[in-house]
C-alpha cells in the first residue's frame, strides 16, 4: 500500500494537510518499506479552502493511509470519501518512526482500523 506524510521536509510528519507544502509517499509492505517520491503540492492562484484540499486529494489518490498533525472535518470527510484514512500523530513525529510502527503492527496482528483498510485496498485491487 502506499503511504503518504504531510510534510515540509520529507522527514518528519510536520504539516497540517490543508497546509502542507508536499507530501512524502513511500510504498509499505509486510517486512519492508520503499520511498517512492516527494510530491510537491502546486503553487496555485485560488487558495479557497475547497481547492487547497481536492489538490491536495489529487496528489495522493494513489495512497491508503496519510499521516498528518491535523486535519479538519470537511478535508477528513472528503480523504475518507476517497478511500483514504488520515493518521494523526504528533507533530514532528519522524517519518522512519511512523513507517518502523505501520511495519510492527503489519508483522502481528494489526489492529482493527488498520485490518479494515487493507481489506479495502484489496477489493480495491
Same mark, same amino acid.
Given at each position: 500500500m502506499k503511504v @503518504?506524510?504531510?510534510t515540509?521536509?520529507?522527514l518528519k510528519v510536520n504539516s497540517h494537510f490543508g497546509q502542507s507544502p508536499m507530501f512524502t509517499v513511500y510504498d509499505v509492505r509486510p517486512g519492508e @518499506?520503499?520511498?517512492?517520491?516527494?510530491?510537491?503540492?502546486?503553487?496555485q492562484i485560488v487558495q479557497d479552502e475547497g481547492s487547497r #484540499?481536492?489538490?491536495?486529494?489529487?496528489? #495522493?489518490?494513489?495512497?491508503?493511509?496519510?499521516?498528518?498533525?491535523?486535519?479538519?472535518?470537511?478535508?477528513a470527510a472528503r480523504v475518507t470519501s476517497?478511500?483514504?484514512?488520515p493518521v494523526k500523530v504528533p @507533530?514532528?513525529?519522524? #517519518?522512519?518512526?511512523?513507517? @518502523?510502527?505501520?511495519?510492527?503492527?503489519?508483522r502481528g496482528k494489526p489492529p482493527m482500523w488498520l485490518s479494515k483498510v487493507l481489506k479495502t485496498e484489496e477489493v480495491g485491487d
Open positions: @503518504a506524510f504531510a515540509d521536509d520529507g @518499506a520503499c520511498f517512492v517520491e516527494n510530491r510537491a503540492v502546486p503553487l #484540499i481536492e489538490m491536495r486529494i489529487s496528489l #495522493i489518490e494513489d495512497c491508503t493511509l496519510v499521516f498528518l498533525m491535523q486535519i479538519g472535518a470537511s478535508a476517497r478511500k483514504m484514512m @507533530a514532528g513525529s519522524s #517519518i522512519e518512526d511512523q513507517i @518502523a510502527r505501520l511495519l510492527e503492527m503489519l
